[in-house]
């Protein structure tokens, strides 16, 4: 069955500029998670949601970013204004509910923030 | 913090057993061990987890120490394909927990 996509696949920003990222989660999945990754570096949570209910932010870096997920299936993150500290893959996670013991992830989004 | 420690890096000649550790010394009694990989340009992917027992599946087998404070991550045979980042996650299943992964162990397989 069809996993987990996101798109872009890849990403260019002049800095200042506003992106969004899309990511389509496994149909019946009811946890999502954002997860950012730079290079050499192991994924860093950023936020989760349970069906539309954004549960934890915390790991959101600044208030540029900013995330949704209004039916509780598409997510999109925000991130306004970019830097290049920005720059990073950024993943998308999907699970059954919050006790599944195994995450599906997207292939991720490239940005770099020029 | 992290609650798991890995070696950054190893290799292992193809074909042979690769075993990679995991020290996870201040897990808690309902904490599961996790081991997820990830190869180059793709995103994360599940192997395995544990409690305590020792665990097996198509992918590979996970050994627990009796006192849980280690495991290991066994590819029976590895290949070159196994070539990626593997990292050991300890979280508790009772609900949601956000998910620390740390920086891993870049396995090597050599031809």
């Known amino acids: 069955g069809a996993g987990v996509s996101q798109s872009p696949r890849y990403k260019v920003a002049k800095r200042g500029q506003d992106v969004a990222l899309r990511c389509d989660p496994i149909?019946?999945?009811?946890?999502l998670f954002w997860y950012q990754q730079a290079l050499g570096q192991g994924p860093e949570f950023l936020t989760y949601?349970?069906?539309?209910?954004?549960?934890?932010k915390s790991g959101l870096p600044s208030d540029r970013f900013f995330a949704e997920r209004p039916e509780g299936s598409v997510s999109t993150l925000k991130i306004q204004r970019t830097q290049q500290e920005d720059s990073a893959v950024y993943l998308c996670?999907?699970?059954?509910?919050?006790?599944?013991?195994?995450?599906?992830f997207g292939p991720g989004t490239r940005l770099t923030v020029t | 913090d992290a609650k798991t420690t890995q070696p950054p890096s190893m290799d292992c000649a193809e074909g042979r057993a690769a075993n990679l550790p995991c020290n996870h010394s201040t897990i808690s009694g309902n904490e599961y061990v996790y081991w997820y990989r990830q190869i180059h340009s793709q995103g994360p992917q599940y192997i395995i987890h544990g409690l305590k027992n020792n665990e097996t599946n198509e992918m590979a087998s996970l050994i627990i120490t009796e006192d849980r404070k280690s495991s290991t991550l066994i590819l029976p045979h590895a290949t070159l394909r196994d070539t990626a980042v593997y990292y050991c996650i300890v979280r508790d299943t009772g609900g949601y927990q956000k998910v620390t992964f740390g920086t891993g162990t870049k396995l090597q397989v050599i031809p």
């Open positions: 949601f349970q069906n539309e209910a954004q549960l934890d």
């Open positions: 996670a999907s699970s059954l509910n919050e006790y599944s013991y195994e995450q599906y």
């Open positions: 149909s019946g999945h009811v946890s």
